[in-house]
């Protein structure tokens, strides 16, 4: 029997002590009635960001109290970035799996240095790679023994500022020996627009994922808040909280279909 569909899912950055907890306990319920296995997400810091002036996040050791507080209120894995080798170790702590950001699939010393901790790692395909030369990112993770490995398709650069998802990349990096997880918010993003604002498609979250279920994808990953014109960072793509369960209630259909 397939393994349950994996959902990685909730506010794009650590904003505040709430939102968080409010996501969480939200997605653990629709999750629970919809037999999907479901790892809270939430950057305590966004180091990508366009513009100078954009939020990157509050202070390090109270997104981490927020993250370690969701994982124990809710007993649930928690999947947080991490962007330099010198945060992996203290981020290990709390986080039950570490993010590569898709800027940063290259970058050896942090593979390596997430790989050490042991714990799950999320590689996140980078806009600019193939599906095939993930392959590399992943010999890198288990050379130190831990192949506890996931990769993370989130479009393709497509253009100067759109993204494209190239639907045979799930099945060619799953030939790859790891699960696959497919980011419906990311990929629909509109990077680079002169005003120093990424902007979004988020009436196609469905579309993406939708998509993704029917190519067999292991797991979806969908950034989600309760009011996203207010959301901090990435407000722009996120799906709203409470259009969740009916999108996973569909997705849940399409995959007993296609089992």
């Known amino acids: 029997m397939k393994k349950p569909l994996l959902l990685i899912a909730g506010p794009c950055v650590i904003e505040n002590k709430t939102t968080p907890l409010l996501v969480a306990e939200k997605v653990l319920e629709i999750c629970r009635r919809l037999g999907i296995e479901y790892v ?22 109270e997104a981490m109290e927020i993250l370690s507080t969701v ?9 947080t970035d991490v962007h330099e080798t010198h945060e992996v170790k203290e981020v290990a702590t709390v986080a039950d799996y570490l993010q590569i950001p898709a800027f940063l699939c290259r ?6 240095e997430c790989g050490k901790t042991g714990k799950w790692v999320n590689i996140k395909k980078g806009q600019f790679a193939s ?9 890198k993770v288990s050379s130190t023994g831990n192949n506890k ?7 393709t650069t497509f253009g100067y500022g759109d993204l494209v ?13 790891v699960p696959v997880i497919l980011d419906a918010t990311h990929s629909l993003q ?4 002169s005003s120093g604002i990424t902007g979004g498609l988020p009436h196609l979250i469905e579309t993406i994922c939708k998509a993704g279920i029917a190519v067999g994808v292991d797991g979806l990953f969908i950034e989600t808040h309760p009011e996203p014109s207010k ?29």
């Open 40 to 61: 809270f997400k939430s950057s305590f810091k966004k180091a990508n960001r366009t513009n100078l002036s954009s939020f990157t996040g509050i202070e390090f050791t």
């Open 71 to 79: 994982k124990k209120k809710y007993n649930i894995p928690v999947l």
């Open 107 to 112: 970058q050896t010393d942090l593979l390596i």
């Open 131 to 139: 599906p095939g030369s993930m392959k590399f990112a992943i010999d």
């Open 149 to 155: 490995i996931l990769l993370t398709e989130r479009g």
């Open 165 to 177: 998802v190239d639907f045979r990349s799930i099945p060619i990096m799953q030939s790859l020996g």
């Open 190 to 193: 509109q990077p680079n627009q």
């Open 231 to 259: 959301a901090l960072s990435d407000g722009a793509n996120m799906l709203q909280l409470d259009l969740l369960e009916p999108l996973l209630q569909k997705l849940v259909k399409i995959r007993e279909t296609v089992q």
